[in-house]
């Protein structure tokens, strides 16, 4: 699941909606958004995007929280490394290979460590 989708279901759920009933009114599959709320399909489109907020009526800072949370949510990430370290490419090629592995709690403190370091 994907931050989009986690916060999604969690808006849906709160509000007491079907997924079907939510899908009818914006327009899209019901396969298609139990996939965005699974991550099995990529960030929606911005239009789609407006859609979702404007059907949940959300005040301002919870609109743009859903537009931050559409960026970080795509699940099929590439990294490119050519021309960095080869300590970014290996640590690109690790989570790569062994994100799954990570406790959701240790990819939080992870995220939150890389986020910290960047600032």
Do not use: C
Not at 27 to 39: D, F, K, T
Not at 46 to 51: G, Y
Not at 59 to 69: C, F, K
Request: net charge positive; no cysteine.
């Amino acid at each position: 699941m994907t931050p989009l989708g986690a916060k999604l279901r969690a808006l849906r759920e709160e509000r007491g909606v079907s997924l079907k009933d939510m899908a009818a009114a914006l327009r899209v599959s019901s396969a298609y958004l139990s996939a965005l709320e699974h991550g099995r399909r990529g960030k929606p489109t911005w239009i789609l995007l407006q859609r979702i907020i404007t059907y949940f009526n959300v005040i301002w800072d919870e609109a743009e929280e859903l537009q931050r949370l559409a960026e970080i949510s795509d699940p099929r990430v590439t990294v490119d490394t050519g021309g960095l370290s080869p300590e970014a490419t290996e640590l690109a090629n690790r989570l790569a290979r062994d994100i799954g592995r990570l406790s959701p709690e240790d990819a939080k403190y992870l995220s939150n460590e890389v986020a910290r370091r960047l600032r």
